[in-house]
């Protein structure tokens, strides 16, 4: 069981998550946030995650020990289904750690590190807080969303009923969570800034149009990639160019790692966002970049970071994204005013610093002791 945190102890706190850094994708950019912030404000954290192209292996990952396991992603390099299938070594390496930890963070229900965690934890009788990062993934395959219902409805309630507390990253994603707190995303707006003048349109061939995120059904890729047009240039980062996408309005800039991102937002004008069922963290890191939001719509993007100014809601779906952006790039002034209008929404209203705030309540109230404060 876990014992209050001892005066002058640094509290210890466990993340477990099924893929991060390297790993590109949302959720692998907050562990990153949280953990590197935690640390910084005097937690001592221990990640435990798949080892991805690192290789397993404890090490110090940009001050945070990580212990990486050995895991088979075959799905996600075959269907974009991004569920690691750990090797056995996951329950005494999370067990360990486990024991060791004040209060654990489990990101999200669907995954076997998260089950395994959980497990853990009411053994130990550990308290642990769950973070859903998405709700349902309404998937193309059938047999994918199958299988979400039969996970959530039984390993993933577990998980959920035996949390100390549940957070979630907006409303959407809350709904239907018994105790859930949102706990919305931030964003470094001193890393993701607006590009200089001297890299404004028309210093361009054509204005850039960017997407971030994997060329899975779920983004929205099929739809980006139909809006091509000879008034701007498409660029994807996220992977290369996919079999039979042989467009040449359309560019391929690659898996680009979360260190370079910045710079890619620097050079695009307008960002688009096609998910469903999620409002992924690249929409505030777009508005931190300035550059205006094409939103498809959909009721996850319907959140608090887009409930101000700087974006744009459009139906993709029916085929309305090149007329939007025809109409949009054909006005650099009005993709400037909404560009600086989204940044000065993220600047006042996110912020990594308030979000550790709010994540140290949470630990405080599971925990007595938690907080180095």
């Known amino acids: 069981m876990s014992e209050p945190v001892a005066p002058g102890r640094p509290p210890r706190v466990l993340h477990v998550a099924h893929n991060v850094l390297p790993h590109l994708g949302g959720l692998e950019t907050v562990v990153a946030a949280e953990t590197r912030g935690l640390e910084a404000r005097g937690w001592r954290v221990v990640v435990v995650s798949s080892a991805g192209t690192v290789g397993p292996g404890t090490r110090d990952e940009d001050g945070v020990r990580t212990v990486r396991v050995r895991a088979w992603g075959g799905l996600e390099e075959r269907f974009g289904v991004p569920f690691p299938f750990f ?5 005494t390496a999370v067990g360990r750690e486990v024991r ?74 809350a709904t239907g969570l018994a105790r859930a707190e949102v706990l919305g995303n931030g964003v470094d707006t001193e890393r993701f800034r607006p590009a200089p ?47 039979g996408v042989d467009d040449p309005r359309l560019r391929f800039l690659g898996a680009v790692p979360a260190a370079e991102m910045p710079a890619v937002y620097a050079a695009a004008d307008v960002m688009v966002i096609a998910s469903v069922g999620e409002c992924p963290l690249t929409v505030l890191e777009a508005m931190a970049s300035g550059l205006p939001v094409l939103l498809r719509e959909d009721p996850a993007l319907h959140s608090p970071w887009t ?43 996110y912020s990594w610093s308030a979000h550790l705030d709010r994540l140290e309540e949470a630990y405080r109230r599971v925990t007595p002791g938690s907080s180095p404060r």
């Not at 090797?87 to 329950?91: D, G, K, N, Q, V």
Request: hydrophobic share 50%.
């Open 307 to 349: 409930a101000g100014p700087g974006v744009r809601f459009v139906d993709m779906a029916a085929g309305e994204l090149a007329g939007a952006l025809r109409e949009l790039v054909a006005d650099p002034a009005t993709m400037r005013r909404i560009g600086a209008e989204g940044r000065a929404h993220v600047e006042t209203a």
């Open 197 to 243: 003048p001297s890299a404004s349109p028309a210093a361009r061939p054509k204005p850039v149009v960017l997407f971030v995120g994997r060329f899975v059904p779920k983004k929205g890729f099929d739809l980006v990639a139909a809006a091509a047009g000879d008034d701007y240039e498409i660029a994807f980062a996220g992977g290369d160019r996919p079999p």
């Open 100 to 173: 060791r930890a004040d209060v654990v963070h489990v990101h999200d229900v669907l995954y076997v590190s998260s089950w395994v965690a959980a497990l853990w934890c009411v053994v130990l009788r550990t308290p642990y807080v769950v973070h859903r990062h998405v709700g349902f993934v309404h998937h193309s395959s059938a047999l994918v969303r199958l299988v979400q219902r039969v996970v959530l409805g039984t390993a993933g309630r577990f998980v959920l009923a035996r949390a100390a507390a549940v957070l979630a990253i907006d409303e959407h994603v």
């Open 87 to 91: 090797s056995p070594r996951l329950l």
